[in-house]
């Protein structure tokens, strides 16, 4: 099987949120000075695992519960579009459930001086649960996707788990800086999840996907991502005022989440929701990018 309909299914413009958060978290651990190597890899490492695990696993589920049906508008996925067969995408995802727990079973042995072995068993909990969230939010007898809890899933692994974890896993504690981090990062993961949802309204409806934007109709989703991008931009400045960014960082990085916001308010249907997903995880990266340069 071609590599190229592997790449296409991992969705790699997704993965850029998952760097992000964790970078995030790394920057809170960089202003107390302390940050492992070593452990910094394995976090992004799991990360990575856990998004594609996530990706192939919304591919899978969505082509048995009818969400991506012959009529959805967007991108074509890979079981529905016949580039990957149902039994061979069942195989890739038991396989990257390994992958992410065996690279987190280093990841917690690399940092069990750190964080001891309570620590160390505590987040081999979390972890898990993260594997089971990303498997299970399309797939199951009823998929917590489909209910419309996706946002709430989201915002919690790639918002606290992700930023406050990584922070934790250098320093074995949480500072007020990344719980700042952590909201912000997860209300935009939140976002990018919302411009999806929105583009997809419409074949979500006609496969009982309840999702936010389908459960409040497009124009209240538009406000609830404007909310979303709002309370995130006043979390990062917040934090920005606290690590003593320089003010010009300060004000690229407020553009960067305003253009977005208007985009997405602009956007009437699929095809111009669809671009808005990539900028807005790519603008993640930027965001983390200028705050690092800055410190």
């Known amino acids: ?42 976090t992004f490492l799991t990360a990575l ?8 696993a919304n591919d899978y589920g969505d ?11 967007g991108p074509q996925r890979a079981v529905q579009s016949g580039a990957i067969s149902k039994e061979t995408m069942k195989r890739a995802l038991v396989l990257f459930s390994v992958f992410a727990f065996l690279s987190g079973c280093v990841l917690l042995f690399a940092s069990i001086d750190v964080i001891g072995t309570n620590g160390a068993i505590g987040l081999l909990i979390v ?28 915002f919690i692994f790639f ?15 949480i500072s007020e800086e990344a719980i700042l981090l952590s909201i912000c990062y997860g209300l935009l993961s939140v976002g990018v ?48 005022m606290k690590a003593e960014i320089a003010l010009p960082y300060r004000l690229a990085c407020m553009a960067i989440i305003i253009w977005n916001l208007l985009k997405a308010q ?8 669809d671009p808005l997903l990539k900028w807005l995880s790519l603008s993640t990266l930027v965001i983390t990018f200028l705050c690092q340069i800055s410190l």
């Open 159 to 173: 918002g606290w788990v992700a930023v406050l974890g990584s922070q934790y896993l250098q320093t074995k504690s």
């Open 49 to 56: 695992f856990l998004q594609i695990l996530s990706n192939l």
């Open 193 to 240: 999840l919302n411009l999806n949802n929105m583009r997809d309204i419409e074949s979500d409806k006609v496969a009982g996907k309840k999702s936010i934007p389908v459960r409040i109709g497009l124009k209240n989703a538009k406000l609830y991502h404007s909310a979303l991008l709002i309370i995130a931009a006043a979390c990062l400045y917040n934090f920005q």
């Open 127 to 154: 972890g898990l649960l993260a594997i089971a969230a990303a498997i299970f939010y399309t797939n199951g007898k009823k998929p917590y996707g489909y209910a419309g809890l996706g946002d709430i899933s989201v």
């Open 1 to 42: 099987m071609k590599i190229s309909k592997w790449i296409s299914a991992f969705r790699l413009r997704t993965l850029f949120l998952s760097l992000s958060c964790i970078w995030a978290g790394l920057l809170c651990a960089e202003i107390s000075f302390q940050n492992n190597y070593t452990i910094a890899l394995f």
């Open 266 to 273: 602009k956007a009437k249907d699929h095809a111009s929701f």
């Open 63 to 73: 082509s048995i519960h009818g969400a991506d049906h012959a009529g959805r508008k």
